[in-house]
């Protein structure tokens, strides 16, 4: 077993350290996208920038394969030395990468689709007359699906129709037409909603991103893939804590960089700097050298908090040579023999 590990040491190490400089560069490359508060204004970007967006995809997603190598190893040698450890749970750490970066591919591919056809449309379509959704709400609300309401400058105000039909149209109205307008479209049971600080064609971004099959199918891949990447990090992490390993601070890190997947667009960032600093414990590089369970090949645990560690030096003391045949200075009493009373004077 500690063969092994010393033979695959060398390559698991360059894949990780491969993983660490995709996840880190896909990262930076998508910097390079601008963020915006808006979603008409977002998806203009992603459009304008769809390069980077698919790039920083792939490179993500290439890291997150390349980080298969690292994970296993930490699995097989934790479960080397802790029986409990169950083999089959090893595929997490080969499903979770996989399926994590499909699923970053998908969405940006799917971003990048929806900004293609927002960009097409944009300018396209003038803002029509209030009238239309006045009318619309008399005659036919069941036409209407959902009314935006936009407040610009003030003075004059905007709606952003959706009709059942899936189409859009914008319409302007002044400010002081609002509340009456609101109104009718409650009395109609129409769904109306109030963005203050949106603007004309937040409404319809949304729908080209939000209700795409390429992004419903990231949005259902999202979880399944986040548990799977979050259990194929934090297991062996945790296992090889127990089995000491690792330190418990770095397996905390790894499964806060892990849990940060779903949350923070640099968390593939951390994963891979965590990884880096994992492949020096391979290759036995670290400043401290590492832990005494890689070289004994069995479980050798942390001590707990308050608990002292198992000395390794020599013990402090002096010694004494004895005769062999000199008598004992206490000798063990004979089975039956009574011991003598000291006589009081």
């Known amino acids: 077993m500690l063969e092994r590990e010393k033979r695959l040491a060398g390559p698991t190490a360059i894949a990780g350290y491969i993983s660490a400089l995709l996840l880190i560069a896909g990262v930076i490359v998508h910097l390079k996208v601008p963020q915006k508060s808006n979603a008409s204004d977002q998806l203009l970007q992603f459009s304008a920038h769809h390069q980077a967006l698919l790039a920083s995809g792939f490179l993500v997603a290439a890291g997150l394969l390349f980080a298969i190598a690292p994970l296993t190893y930490l699995f097989r040698a934790a479960a080397a030395r802790n029986p409990r450890v169950r083999p089959t749970l090893i595929a997490f750490c080969i499903i979770g990468p996989l399926l994590f970066g499909v699923q970053t591919i998908v969405a940006s591919d799917a971003l990048k689709t929806a900004g293609d056809s927002f960009t097409a449309r944009k300018g396209s379509e003038q803002p029509q007359n209030v009238k239309v959704l006045q009318n619309a709400i008399s005659s036919d609300p069941s036409s209407l699906s959902k009314v935006t309401l936009y407040n610009t400058d003030g003075k004059q105000n905007a709606g952003e129709v959706e009709k059942t039909d899936g189409t859009f149209y914008s319409v302007t109205f002044p400010a002081k037409s609002e509340v009456a307008l609101k109104n009718s479209l409650d009395k109609a049971s129409v769904d109306t909603s109030e963005d203050s600080s949106g603007k004309i064609g937040d409404a319809y971004a949304n729908h080209l991103a939000l209700d795409s099959n390429g992004y419903k199918l990231a949005g259902n891949l999202a979880l399944p893939a986040g548990v ?15 089995v000491g390993l690792i330190t418990r601070l770095l397996s905390t890190l790894g499964a806060l960089a892990a849990a940060s997947l779903i949350l923070l667009p640099l968390a593939p960032a951390f994963i891979g700097m965590w990884l880096a600093w994992l492949c020096l414990i391979y290759l036995d590089r670290v400043p401290k050298g590492r832990s005494r369970a890689w ?3 069995m479980a050798v645990p942390w001590p707990r908090p308050g608990q002292q560690p198992t000395p390794e030096a020599p013990i402090e003391g002096t010694a004494q040579e004895l005769d062999p045949d000199a008598p004992a200075p206490n000798p063990p009493r004979q089975r039956g023999e009574r011991r003598k009373r000291k006589s009081r004077g």
């Open 228 to 242: 799977m990447m979050i259990f194929g990090v934090v297991y062996p992490a945790l296992q090889a804590f127990r």
């Open 295 to 297: 070289d004994a090949g």
